[in-house]
Each structure stands twice: as structure tokens, then as C-alpha cells.
């Protein structure tokens, strides 16, 4: 089975400064996705940002981008520039064809911004 | 476009009880998928509605089951409820195309139905 693993449960950023959430997965599978999802106190999951494993080229979408290592099943996200509503739960996840429509999320990382 | 919607937002239940849980799909999208988010943990797949049939389910027990309506809603039903279904459960929708991979196909989620089950 596949399994996402957040090692960082909580994280602190100054405001203006970056930050970078980790992530490792474990899969015998080529082609997957993987995500990055926040959650505010609000509780609704947000995606972040998109990741396909058959692009060599890490996405980026405005302040959040990834650093996507394949061969090393690791998937993290750097925020630049935080600023106070980049406060939230972030959970990473993958899904692949064969998991059938499935996601898989990991535990979580806490990010605070401090003002 | 109108986004997930969820209901109710909150509720508490007894030990035995059965509770049904709605979500109501953003526009557009013909999937719905429930996810359980216990406290300080990631959410865990229960099952996928597609078409009106369960599309996939997860490690969830029978007493787990579900409905979609023509209209692309859902419900989440739960019986004989335990202290452990305490938690916040999650609806998504997306878009399926069977001749798309399924990670192509974003979750949108809904805001939650937080149980509490004493």
C-alpha cells in the first residue's frame, strides 16, 4: 500500500520568510500524482499546488513551488515570502491510476507565521 | 460555480446511534468521494461514489455505506456508531473521465461534518 509521511509536525516562519514542508512517499508505481492541500481553521482542504511524476520539471504556482526527487520518493514545499494566511495545516497526498481514485494523505505539518 | 457544501456542520450522537451525513457536489463534477479525518491525523479514504455505484471504498467497516443521488449528491450513513467515528468527515467532488488518469481529476472538498460521538 502506498504511504505518505510528513515527518514535521509543526513548523514556524517569520512573515517574509521561507519556509519548506517536507514530504516522502513510498510507492512501487511510475506514474502517480501528488498534492499539496492546506487546511485552515476553517477546516475546508485547499489545494496548493499539483505535482505529475512523469514531469522532470517542478511546479510552481506564484509563492508555492516543490522540489519534486523521484529516485528519492520525496516531495516537498517551499513557501517564499509567507505571509499570516499561509497559516495552516498542510497535508501532502498522492493518487495514482491503479490506487482507484483513491488519496492518500500524510499526518500533517502545522505552519505558524509569526508576525 | 457553486463550491462543496456540507451538512450538518456539526453533531453529536450516542454510542449505537446512526447518523447521515449530506454533501452536495460542486458544479459540474459527477464524483463524490468521503474522507475521515480523525483528530491530529491526515484524512483517510472511505469510498468514492460514481454514477450512482461506489467506485472504490478503503479500509472501512460495512456498517460505512453511502448513496449518490442522480444529481451527483451524497450521503454518508453510519450505524451503530462507536466512540472511535468521532472525527470530522470530509466530502470531495471532481470531474471523472475514465479515459483520464484519476490524479488528473483535482479534489474539491466541502468544509467538514464534525462528529462527536459520546
Known amino acids: 500500500a502506498q504511504t505518505v509521511t510528513q515527518s514535521q509536525p509543526e513548523m514556524s516562519v517569520q512573515e517574509a520568510e521561507t519556509v519548506t514542508l517536507s514530504c516522502t512517499y513510498d510507492?512501487?508505481?511510475?506514474?502517480?500524482?501528488l498534492f499539496w492541500y492546506k487546511q485552515p481553521p476553517s477546516r475546508q482542504m485547499i489545494l496548493v499546488i499539483r505535482q505529475e511524476a512523469y514531469k522532470q520539471q517542478n511546479a510552481t504556482e506564484n509563492r508555492f513551488s516543490v522540489n519534486f526527487q523521484k529516485a528519492a520518493k520525496s516531495f516537498s514545499l517551499k513557501i517564499s515570502d509567507s505571509q499570516l494566511g499561509d497559516a495552516a495545516m498542510y497535508f501532502c497526498a498522492y493518487t495514482s491510476y491503479n490506487t482507484g481514485n483513491q488519496f492518500y494523505f500524510g499526518t500533517g505539518t502545522s505552519l505558524t507565521v509569526i508576525p | 460555480e457553486t463550491g462543496v457544501t456540507q451538512s450538518p456542520t456539526h453533531l453529536i450522537k450516542t454510542r449505537g446511534q446512526q447518523v447521515t451525513l449530506r454533501c452536495s457536489s460542486q458544479?459540474?463534477?459527477?464524483?463524490v468521494s468521503w474522507y475521515q479525518q480523525a483528530l491530529g491525523q491526515g484524512p483517510q479514504f472511505i469510498f468514492q461514489y460514481y454514477r450512482e455505484e461506489e467506485n472504490g471504498r478503503g479500509n472501512f467497516p460495512p456498517r460505512f455505506s453511502g448513496l449518490q443521488f442522480p444529481n451527483y449528491s451524497s450521503e454518508l450513513n453510519v450505524n451503530a456508531l462507536e466512540l472511535d467515528d468521532s472525527a470530522l468527515y470530509l466530502c470531495a467532488s471532481s470531474s471523472l473521465d475514465r479515459a483520464i488518469p484519476s490524479g488528473a481529476n483535482v479534489l474539491t472538498f466541502g468544509a467538514g461534518s464534525r462528529l462527536t460521538v459520546l
Open positions: 510507492t512501487s508505481e511510475s506514474d502517480y500524482y
Open positions: 458544479s459540474g463534477h459527477n464524483t
